[in-house]
């Protein structure tokens, strides 16, 4: 065991103002947790992308990752239950004089589960056959209600002509019959917080917009977009797409 490196954090009573904060020691970064009466220390570091565990929330006993809501255990750093392999340092504390002190020679060691990789971030290979057009429908319709729609008559339009005159292949996806969660702003969280797949497609299995995602990045050559002049939920969803 290396020797002991206890360094001096801060005065107790300053650091219970506030239950989650992060401080650095050269190029080490530690989250400062002060829950039920007491101080614990882990990295900073999330897992997943490398969040700032210091700047998120409490759930119970675990920190909760402000970009991706991984949790970790405040005091041990452990993944919440059934992802206890995934594990950030952590570090022994102790209150001396009124001052909290961290021992920077304590740190456990990192370990990281072995998730496998969505289908979405296979690599983008393209097949051989015909020229292939996407039609991205924005169009918002009642269901119960249809109405005519301009913009999907001219985007029917197009794929018709390219499909039966162009002889190319073609798809159309109307996002008003998806389900999917519109964008969550974790670009302006940090530019690292937008990751390709779409964390929120990572996140929730049941997202639809995967499917928008095949046809534009794994099938598409060409993409048409139809949208309405006025915007809703579905013609939002470009963000998400676009910016992921």
């Known amino acids: 065991?290396?020797?002991?490196?206890?360094?001096?954090?801060?005065?107790?009573?300053?650091?219970?103002?506030?239950?989650?904060?992060?401080?650095?020691?050269?190029?080490?970064?530690i989250a400062i947790l002060y829950k039920d009466g007491s101080f614990a220390a882990i990295s900073e570091v999330c897992n997943h992308v490398g969040g700032p565990l210091g700047k998120g929330t409490f759930d119970g006993d675990y920190v909760v990752c402000p970009w991706h809501y991984w949790k970790f255990h405040h005091k041990t750093g452990q993944g919440e239950p059934g992802h206890e392999q995934d594990q950030v340092p952590s570090y022994a504390t102790k209150i001396e004089n009124g001052r909290l002190h961290i021992d920077l020679s304590s740190v456990t060691k990192q370990k990281k589960q072995s998730h496998k990789p969505h289908s979405l971030a296979r690599p983008v290979l393209r097949q051989a056959g015909p020229i292939r057009v996407v039609g991205i429908s924005t169009t918002a319709m009642t269901t119960d209600h249809p109405r005519y729609s301009t913009s999907d008559a001219m985007l029917d339009a197009a794929l018709d002509h390219a499909r039966s005159a162009l002889k190319l292949e073609t798809q159309c996806v109307k996002l008003r019959e998806l389900n999917f969660r519109s964008c969550e702003g974790f670009y302006s969280k940090s530019a690292q917080a937008c990751t390709w797949p779409c964390s929120i497609t990572q996140m929730d299995p049941t997202d639809q917009l995967d499917r928008v995602y095949e046809a534009i990045v794994h099938w598409a050559d060409v993409i048409l977009i139809s949208t309405p002049i006025r915007w809703a939920t579905p013609a939002a969803c470009i963000t998400r797409w676009s910016s992921g």
């Open 1 to 29: 065991m290396p020797d002991e490196q206890w360094t001096d954090v801060g005065s107790v009573e300053e650091l219970k103002k506030k239950p989650l904060r992060e401080v650095s020691f050269g190029k080490t970064t």
